[in-house]
């Protein structure tokens, strides 16, 4: 089970600071991707898309490398949980975008966005809830 | 802790801005037109409607073209038509209230780099102030 977790952690890790190394260097598209969800105004956004990138990507880090771990998932869950009420708030609009979370490469249809959000979710979950329960790492965020 | 960390890099991209692009919070909104200025729809005054697909189908501006960011995607080609490089475009919403004229003005000059915008003073109920009953 160790074992398990440890993989689980460094692919969900690795992922979300993929995710935002895609992001951090054309903060322009990703505003105009936050955009398509018509959710927030344009002035709101624009700090968003150059501040998200980075909060991935430092999560990310800390999830796999260790010091902070537990801040980082539990910022990574919270995300994610924000992205997949976007998305599903989308859906429910029948909005005809694309999620936007991988940059450019993103071309996958919402329903399969939301569903990937899902697995993310339940995996950052596990492992938070297993980390807390361990009690070992004392840097919160 | 970590949202601090990455306020950091997050301040240093917005400066370097890596694309290119001036940020919103720096560029001024799209300047006002009177409707009397404006001109009539025609081949060198493009006017567009900002308002949702259902208020523009009730009754817009004659010769107005329907823009939205509801449906930008679908919306976008018809205005591309009809764009000639230098045509006035006059973008409108509701009433002076509404910001959805210059949520779409920014868009299109984001996005197309289009000159020669405005965004209707009063939008809307200023242009129907101006029509004979």
Not at chain 1, 84 to 110: E, K, N, W, Y
Not at chain 2, 11 to 36: F, H, L, N, S, Y
Request: with cysteine; net charge positive; aromatic share 10%.
């Amino acid at each position: 089970m160790n074992r398990l977790a440890f993989f689980v952690r460094i692919a969900v890790g690795a992922l979300f600071a993929y995710a935002g190394s895609l992001k951090v260097m054309n903060p322009g598209q990703f505003a105009t991707d936050i955009e398509h969800y018509r959710l927030l105004p344009y002035l709101v956004i624009e700090p968003l898309a150059f501040y998200l990138p980075w909060l991935e990507i430092v999560s990310g880090a800390a999830v796999m490398l260790g010091p902070g771990r537990r801040g980082g998932l539990a910022l990574l869950l919270a995300l994610t949980l924000v992205f997949a009420t976007a998305i599903g708030s989308a859906m429910a609009r029948h909005l005809d975008i694309s999620c936007g979370c991988f940059g450019s490469l993103d071309t996958q249809s919402l329903g399969l966005s939301l569903g990937r959000d899902i697995l993310l979710g339940l995996a950052l979950l596990w492992l938070f809830l297993r980390s807390a329960g361990r009690g070992k790492d004392h840097f919160t965020s | 802790m970590l949202l601090c960390v990455a306020l950091v890099p997050a301040i240093v991209t917005a400066w370097i801005q890596p694309d290119g692009r001036k940020p919103a919070w720096t560029r001024a909104a799209v300047e006002e037109i009177a409707v009397g200025k404006a001109g009539n729809p025609g081949p060198g005054v493009i006017w567009v409607d900002a308002r949702t697909g259902a208020a523009f189908n009730l009754k817009h501006v004659p010769g107005a073209l329907s823009l939205n960011e509801e449906n930008w995607e679908a919306l976008l080609p018809g205005f591309v038509a009809a764009w000639r490089p230098g045509a006035r475009i006059v973008v409108y919403c509701d009433d002076q209230q509404c910001d959805r004229s210059q949520d779409v003005a920014a868009r299109l000059q984001r996005e197309l780099q289009v000159g020669n915008l405005y965004v209707l003073k009063g939008g809307w109920a200023a242009w129907l102030g101006t029509q004979k009953p």
